[in-house]
């Protein structure tokens, strides 16, 4: 995947973890804005959800785990309850989204950039169609594996 769109990279990525990177804004209030490295990733192992790691310049980073079909209905339309919500930025545009992130005590307010985070989940698609999230599991050993036995 390549896009000559700035703050957007794509790293060699195995099969099995496709990953996008994009540079995103979070909102501070309406004149202030921050860019945040967004680092997301899909696991073959786990196609429910998408991992999106935030990385802050010099600061801390912040994992959570996104329902892929969240994401993917967010892209055009409002997606999502409680903690995590994402929405179309404006419904003519399709340039952005908005991605609400909230835990017990906070929350925080990002724009992302359509294009690429659309045809990263295109892909994602394309390796685990969707209603083929769970065919592939062993539900005997994940069975056992959630009784803690042998």
């Given at each position: ?17 496709p990953e ?6 979070r909102v ?84 992302l950039p ?37």
């Open positions: 995947m390549s896009s000559n769109q700035p703050g957007v990279q794509a790293r060699p990525a195995s099969y099995a973890r996008l990177i994009l540079d995103i804004d501070l209030d309406v004149a202030a804005r921050q860019t945040i490295r967004a680092e997301f990733r899909f696991d073959l192992e786990s196609p429910l959800a998408v991992s999106l790691e935030l990385v802050v310049k010099d600061g801390p980073r912040v994992l959570w785990r996104i329902g892929r079909d969240l994401l993917h209905q967010g892209l055009c339309s409002a997606s999502g309850l409680g903690d995590i919500q994402m929405w179309p930025a404006s419904p003519e545009d399709g340039g952005t989204v908005w991605l609400r992130l909230a835990s017990r005590d906070m929350a925080a307010l990002f724009e359509v294009p690429p985070l659309e045809k990263w989940l295109a892909y994602t698609y394309e390796l685990v169609p969707a209603g083929r999230e769970l065919a592939e599991i062993d539900w005997d050993a994940a069975t056992t594996d959630l009784l803690g036995g042998s």
